[in-house]
């Protein structure tokens, strides 16, 4: 299977949200290529698309599965006038996004596992990373967002394999699902002082009203999700019968079920 090129991706733009597309075969991570780019003083809207990473990125440290020719893993080079601690809204309002451009290359559901996970038929089928550099006076001077959906069937690795799902599509609608991630993440970013994306965000949390488990303070909870607040933080009435807002962190689901 050949490589699509950044003009396919253009092609299938509606509007001009990217500043400059920039596709790869392969790469070790598209994260590092934007962390490049922008200390080279690359514009927001520069975008880093790769048909296989060998050195893919996740949360908390973890590597990201990027294997040749069945995912789309991209990113985004932004520059947003936002205080540090407002990072969060970048990854929250790309959830969002992510789902819709999904449904509109194919006939699936997707919902969104806090904070950062895309889900499909309780599998996971797409990872979010945001990662900051912090400028003068609190201040984020950049930030790059990644963004990895699992496009096409592929045999995972075992310690995923319970766990990792596929959009179930064939990999030649990875330049549409580009643009149309593009398109979707842009017209919440243009407007995240509004947080336009939280009612969809919250419409799609899949752990809204189950139970699940978190660390703090290196002991382990169980709570029941009631809801994501106006900053984006999982709401969980804990085991102590108090309403907590966690900020950070990972949850895992205790009662499956979807």
Not at 27 to 55: F, M, R, Y
Not at 74 to 82: A, D, E, V
Not at 92 to 121: F, L, M, Q, R
Not at 132 to 149: D, H, K, N, T, Y
């Given at each position: 299977m050949s490589m699509f090129t950044a003009d396919d991706v253009r092609a299938a733009l509606r509007e001009n949200t990217a500043a400059n597309i920039i596709v790869k075969e392969t790469t070790g991570s598209t994260n590092l290529d934007v962390k490049a780019l922008a200390a080279d003083g690359a514009p927001e809207g520069t975008v880093v698309i790769a048909g296989e990473q060998t050195a893919g990125r996740g949360r908390l440290g973890r590597s990201f599965y990027s294997p040749k020719n069945s995912g789309l893993y991209m990113s985004i080079l932004?520059?947003?006038?936002?205080?540090?601690?407002?990072?969060?809204?970048m990854t929250t309002c790309a959830a969002p996004a992510v789902c819709e451009a999904i449904e509109g290359v194919c006939d699936v559901t997707a919902g969104i596992k806090w904070v950062n996970d895309i889900y499909i038929d309780g599998r996971k089928v797409c990872g979010?990373?945001?990662?900051?550099?912090?400028?003068?006076?609190?201040?984020?001077?950049?930030?790059?967002?990644?963004?990895?959906?699992?496009?096409?069937?592929t045999a995972f690795p075992a310690d995923i394999a319970?766990?990792?799902?596929?959009?179930?599509?064939?990999?030649?609608?990875?330049?549409?699902?580009?643009?149309?991630?593009?398109?979707?993440f842009?017209?919440?970013?243009?407007?995240?002082?509004?947080?336009?994306y939280l009612d969809e965000y919250r419409r799609r949390s899949v752990l809204t009203g189950r139970t699940v488990q978190y660390e703090q303070s290196g002991e382990l909870h169980c709570?029941?999700?009631?809801?994501?607040?106006?900053?984006?933080?999982?709401?969980?009435?804990?085991?102590?019968?108090?309403?907590?807002?966690l900020g950070t962190g990972e949850v895992q689901i205790k009662n499956k079920g979807w």
């Amino acid at each position: 299977m050949s490589m699509f090129t950044a003009d396919d991706v253009r092609a299938a733009l509606r509007e001009n949200t990217a500043a400059n597309i920039i596709v790869k075969e392969t790469t070790g991570s598209t994260n590092l290529d934007v962390k490049a780019l922008a200390a080279d003083g690359a514009p927001e809207g520069t975008v880093v698309i790769a048909g296989e990473q060998t050195a893919g990125r996740g949360r908390l440290g973890r590597s990201f599965y990027s294997p040749k020719n069945s995912g789309l893993y991209m990113s985004i080079l932004l520059r947003p006038q936002l205080p540090a601690a407002d990072a969060l809204a970048m990854t929250t309002c790309a959830a969002p996004a992510v789902c819709e451009a999904i449904e509109g290359v194919c006939d699936v559901t997707a919902g969104i596992k806090w904070v950062n996970d895309i889900y499909i038929d309780g599998r996971k089928v797409c990872g979010i990373l945001t990662e900051s550099v912090i400028g003068q006076g609190g201040m984020l001077g950049c930030a790059v967002l990644g963004i990895g959906v699992n496009v096409a069937d592929t045999a995972f690795p075992a310690d995923i394999a319970d766990k990792a799902g596929s959009l179930h599509t064939d990999a030649n609608v990875r330049p549409k699902l580009a643009a149309l991630i593009l398109e979707r993440f842009f017209a919440y970013y243009r407007r995240l002082p509004e947080k336009t994306y939280l009612d969809e965000y919250r419409r799609r949390s899949v752990l809204t009203g189950r139970t699940v488990q978190y660390e703090q303070s290196g002991e382990l909870h169980c709570a029941k999700v009631i809801g994501i607040d106006d900053d984006a933080r999982l709401v969980v009435l804990g085991d102590n019968g108090k309403e907590l807002h966690l900020g950070t962190g990972e949850v895992q689901i205790k009662n499956k079920g979807w």
